[in-house]
């Protein structure tokens, strides 16, 4: 195949050499992705986390000509975050030491061969080979005193000494350096020479395999952060080897493929040139510009129509000036153009308005709602591409749609989940501080709220008796009776092991809370017919406290006035020395 079909070839060519070197750590069948509450509460924070890597590390990590950073092992943790339900940044630096400087959550393309210091890392998700690169000047059985290329900050292989070593920032580096000439040879993994080989089109490096090396590379973590270790490598088991593919594949066919005139005049030589000065010549330079625009848009096109047919992604181009929306086949298979082109287009335009000074990629990411074919709504990821004149001017948007309701869907479930007990159904301590912390924030001064807090009394006596699935039964029914008792505006809360708490909103009076009181004991005994669950309760009123924590206090403080009491279950405090005992 000559120098110029190389230089060109399609993603499909792409896909077959990155599927023959790959060799992954991921079962044929994810596993599902189950986190303990500490893992739940650790996300629930919701913690932009901060991914890190060195440049020029591709196909794991890298960044495109657009400043975009890409990559397998990116790919990876964006799954895990959209499946687990975090955010991330990624930052690529020029050394391993600025990596740790910048204190990193993640550390990406971590291998064992070279850990790092207070790094711990993750079950590893994809292995390589070591492969010995040189220029083909050098005679491979001779490089006992030629120039090895090195990475800053890595170590030298065995047999390799440090006089004959220059180092370099990355992969990328000292493989130019090695096809330059500035150095004879170097050492790197079969996925790195592969796509620099097809995005560069080297002429001098050749490549043999040394079986010398296996390398595992895994996420790296900083030591003690044991939880999130344990959510990456929960992510990790949770993605099937089906899903890895189509990871794998968005990278694949993106390599930017770099033709240079060189690689067009040894396959064309006089020919080549003869037909560019005949073309400028019969054409003008301003058609000929116009030209090369709509053929970038047409390379452009096929591009995302094969990733399409792959991805089952839906593309479509919507034309400013005629204002016409053109879509695939597959578009048309499951959206009703016609019927949603509005909503696309007000989507677009809106987008546009944003662009003039973002370059081509700014606001190019949209969330939309769309209704199906079937009738169904669906979640898209809209992403986009402004063509431009060579004035500047955008004269079109081409883009995908990607059907993301379901992982919008699991998102919201494991959202939801950490907000919640998972015995009762009601919301957990932190849910319930945060939400109180934020009314009592926006509450207007003239109105009137309560804060309770609901005791089992001496639940450890029905344990011991009945056995701890009766009162786990017991718990259930106070939550049930919670529910049947105050408002759908009022928030019910679990806070302890038998502790539970309502905050209620706007209350009329303090009889309110009285009924209230009577009303949940009766309740609750209905529900519990084989033993009674008796309960105490305190309740904090008034315009006092306005923290959760004075808040919390001064019912806690009634909840124990009311167990003192013995014949009182509820005892309200007024924000005062005084408190209001009801029997």
Known sequence: ????????????????????????????EGKELVLSGEEKDYLAAGKVLRAASIEGGAPLHYRDSQGEIKGIAVNILREIGETAGF?????????IPDVLASGP???????????????????????????????????????????????????????????????????????????????DFGLGNAYSLAFYTLQNGYKNIITIPTGAEERAYSMGVPEGNEILLSIINKGLAAIDKTRLDALVLEVASQIERKITPAMLLDEYGAWFLTLVVSSIAALGWGVWINVGAKNEAKREN???????EISNELLFEYQLESERLIVSDKFKDQIDPDKQKGK???????????????????????????????????????????????NGRVYSIIGKLTDISAETEEKKRLIAQAQ?????????????????????????????????????????????????????MALKNVARALQRTFRQTDLLGRIGGDEFCVYLQNIASEDFISSKCRQLTECLAELNTEFPVPISIGVAAGAGPRTYEELFLAADSALYSAKKSGDSFCVINRSSPAAEQIN
């Open 105 to 183: 959550d993640l550390i990406l393309g971590l291998t064992k061969q070279y850990p790092l210091p207070g790094i711990a890392a993750s079950n590893s998700y994809l292995e390589s080979e070591t492969v010995l690169f040189y220029n083909r000047k050098i005679e491979p059985s001779r490089l006992a005193h030629k120039v090895y290329a090195g990475i800053k900050g890595g170590t030298l292989p065995e047999g390799v000494r440090e006089e004959q070593s220059v180092y370099y920032g990355n992969r990328e580096e000292t493989i130019n350096a090695v096809e330059a000439g500035r150095a």
């Open 87 to 95: 955010e991330l940044e990624f930052s690529l630096y020029d050394s």
């Open 302 to 308: 096929e591009r995302y129509r094969i990733l399409s």
């Open 420 to 472: 919640l007990d998972g015995l009762t159904g009601l919301y957990n301590t932190v849910t319930v501080k945060k939400r109180i912390t934020a009314r009592l924030a926006a509450k207007a001064e003239e109105e009137k709220d309560a804060f309770m807090i609901i005791d089992c009394d001496n639940f450890k006596a029905i344990n011991d008796t009945y056995g701890h699935w009766k009162g786990n």
């Open 344 to 390: 696309i287009i007000k989507e677009l335009q809106k987008a546009l308005r944003g662009s003039e000074n973002g370059g081509d990629f700014a606001s190019r990411v949209k969330t939309a709602e769309l209704r199906l074919r079937s009738g169904e709504v669906g979640i898209f990821r809209m992403s986009f591409y402004y063509l431009r004149a060579p």
């Open 1 to 28: 195949m000559n120098k110029f079909i190389a230089g060109i070839q399609g993603a499909a060519v792409t896909v077959l050499i990155f599927s023959a070197l790959f060799r992954f750590s991921f079962p044929a």
